[in-house]
Structures are given as structure tokens and as C-alpha cells.
């Protein structure tokens, strides 16, 4: 029960709170509610980022700067309710990196995870921790924190991917470190291949045993991946609130590919659409293949391939997909079940 107090007790609190400012110390009844909302409000917006307007200043891009100077040729994809933070949602990062052919993006490394989900081209590859892996649409490449990586370009056409970091829940840490290797391309000690072959078949070398956090596995070829969907798609019904929803896994326990970032791709048959859902975490879709559009809080998104949406944590959507559709995703979610966080509604 509130009861009102009168003007003369409401000017002496009003002034014990004043007098409490300068002892860096403040009344926790003044800000309960805001300290412990009932539940979450979604921070930023929900957005649509469309490939084919982005890809013209992508390319402008490569002749104003090389990859070498730039260090990262990247346009980061920034949440319009964000605006001068660079992120995509509150926790995660979300950018469009450029390569073109016989650029090198030099070694470094860093304390925060990143994923590559590959848009266009081929011929391109990224050197994570001494192995190198060529590139192909649709494939999810992880650079585990603090390995280092650069990335080469052995084609003749631009090579684009979408670049998902775990940026800001790292800053929310403080636990960022980075450093640039001596040389831009770090040695390659294992041959191409390797990781998928001794981890990525269903088998393991004896013995093995992961001194990491991530899946031994660095890349996920969207060939595997969306013979998978398929199949799946054709031996029962989908998930009435996720379609054919699958999440890339590592081998080593089962747990998620990335300690930070959650990665899912889902397969959404012609004319299907989703029951009403909405989960803690924040989430970045792309379009790989098909076309449709997500509904967010009322709000319409329509998508074809290559283009990004962004749906922030506790916003109520559907997806609705008008021909076959394949939508990979990543989130926030590994961090927040880590923590006991992670809470979803079904409509
Ligand atoms: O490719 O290493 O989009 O370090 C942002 C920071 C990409 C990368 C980004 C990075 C990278």
C-alpha cells in the first residue's frame, strides 16, 4: 500500500536525498522500480538491414581504403535506437566485411569471440589458430577468442560476410585485450581441412581433449548444413513457433559451437509462418535463402537473401516465409542460459 506523503515530509526527504549525493550514496526506494522492473523493456528497436542497398557502399568502400590500412574493411550494422554505439543489439556486434582478391587483413587477435556467416563470393579464406579455411555461402566460421586470425583472398570477385561479435558483453566485463601479430599473415602449421576432418564427421581422435571454450570444429559448410535442413524439413512437421530449427553444436559436449554467442539456422517451408514468440535474448537473423518477412511487436520486416533483421530480447514476432526459406541466426542466449537468464514465451 502507497500512501502519499504531505509537502512538508515530501521537502525533508527531498533534501535528505540531496545531502546524500555528495557521500556517493542515494535511497534505493527511489529507484526500485527502475533497478528491478516487473520485466524486460526491449532495448533498440527491431530493423531491417537490406543487402542490396548496403552492397553499393560496401564496394565504394574497397576505393577509399584496402583492407591492409583499414585493418578490417567493415561496415558495422548499428541499431537505429543505438545510434553511436556500435552495436546491434545491447550485448552483440553485427558488421558487413569486405574482401577483395589478393587483399590480406592482417593478423591480430582478441579477447572477444567472432563468427563469420559468408554473404557472397569464394575463393577467400580466414587463418584461425595455424589452419586455413576456404569460404563458401552460407558457411559458419568461428574465430575463438584470442587465436589468432587473419583473412586472404585467392579469387577474382569481392567476398563479403557478415561479422557477429560478442563486443559489448566483453566491454561490459572490462576484459578486453587485443594485440597484432608480428607479421600480417600468421604461420599456417596444419593443412586445410583438418579441424573438420578429426572433429567435423561424427568420429574424434582418441584421447582428444578441448582446452577451449569452442568447438574444435572453425567451420560449418552450408553444404552439410542445409542438406540437414532439408531432410529434416521432409520427415515431419515444423516447430509451430521456430520452423525446423537446428543449432550448431560442439562435438566435444554438445554445448553450442561459441562460449558467448548462440548460432541456429532454421529451415521455413513455402507459405509457413510462425506462432507468436518471444525469448530474453536478442537476436540477428540473415536471409541465406527463399524470402518472407518477420512481424516484430506489429512492426513488418520483409527479407530476401542476404539481408540482416535484427529482433532485440522480449519483442513478441512471427516469421513468415513465401517460398523456402533458410534463416540462420545468432544471439545472446549461450551467455544468458550460462547465467540462469535465459526465459522464453510461447504464443
Ligand atoms: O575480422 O577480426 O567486424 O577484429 C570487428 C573486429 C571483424 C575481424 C570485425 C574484428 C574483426
Not at 558483453?169 to 576484459?175: D, G, M, T, Y
Not at 599456417?188 to 582428444?208: E, F, H, K, Q, S
Not at 559448410?221 to 512437421?237: D, F, K, Q, V
Request: net charge negative; proline share 8%; hydrophobic share 40%.
Amino acid at each position: 500500500m502507497s500512501v502519499s506523503p504531505t509537502p512538508d515530509v515530501q521537502a525533508k526527504r527531498e533534501s535528505f536525498y540531496r545531502a546524500l549525493e555528495p557521500h556517493s550514496m542515494a535511497a534505493l526506494w527511489t529507484r526500485l522500480r527502475t533497478l528491478i522492473p516487473s520485466e524486460p523493456t526491449p532495448v533498440g528497436v527491431a530493423h531491417r538491414w537490406s543487402y542490396e542497398l548496403a552492397r553499393p557502399h560496401l564496394l565504394e568502400s574497397a576505393e577509399l581504403i584496402s583492407a591492409a590500412e583499414a585493418e578490417r574493411r567493415v561496415l558495422l550494422l548499428e541499431n537505429p535506437g543505438l545510434p553511436g554505439t556500435s552495436r546491434i543489439t545491447n550485448t552483440i556486434y553485427a558488421g558487413l566485411q569486405l574482401i577483395m582478391p589478393g587483399e590480406v587483413a592482417p593478423a591480430h587477435r582478441h579477447t572477444q569471440s567472432a563468427l563469420r556467416f559468408i554473404i557472397e563470393g569464394s575463393a577467400a579464406f580466414t587463418a584461425v589458430d595455424g589452419e586455413k579455411t576456404y569460404m563458401e555461402p552460407g558457411d559458419f566460421v568461428i574465430t575463438p577468442a584470442w587465436t589468432w586470425h587473419h583473412h586472404g583472398h585467392d579469387g577474382n570477385a569481392p567476398m563479403v560476410w557478415l561479422d557477429g561479435l560478442d563486443i559489448p558483453i566483453v566491454a561490459f566485463f572490462n576484459s578486453v585485450f587485443r594485440e597484432e601479430h608480428e607479421v600480417d599473415e600468421a604461420p599456417i602449421t596444419r593443412p586445410a581441412g583438418d579441424a573438420l576432418a578429426r572433429y567435423g564427421t561424427g568420429l574424434m581422435p582418441v584421447g582428444y581433449r578441448s582446452s577451449t571454450l569452442n568447438s574444435p570444429v572453425f567451420n560449418y559448410p552450408y553444404a552439410r548444413t542445409r542438406e540437414a535442413l532439408y531432410a529434416l524439413s521432409r520427415a515431419g512437421a515444423p516447430d509451430p513457433h521456430a520452423g525446423h530449427l537446428m543449432r550448431y553444436t560442439n562435438p566435444v559436449d554438445g554445448g553450442w559451437a561459441m562460449p558467448t554467442l548462440a548460432t541456429m539456422i532454421r529451415m521455413l517451408p513455402a507459405g509457413f509462418f510462425t506462432s507468436p514468440y518471444r525469448s530474453t535474448d536478442s537476436a540477428v537473423f540473415v536471409c541465406v535463402e527463399g524470402a518472407g518477412h518477420a512481424v516484430v511487436e506489429g512492426q513488418q520486416f520483409d527479407f530476401a537473401p542476404h539481408d540482416v533483421v535484427v529482433i532485440p530480447g522480449w519483442m513478441k514476432y512471427t516469421l513468415h516465409a513465401s517460398k523456402d526459406t533458410v534463416l540462420f541466426s545468432y544471439s545472446d542466449r549461450v551467455a544468458q542460459e550460462k547465467l540462469g537468464l535465459f526465459h522464453e514465451q510461447r504464443f
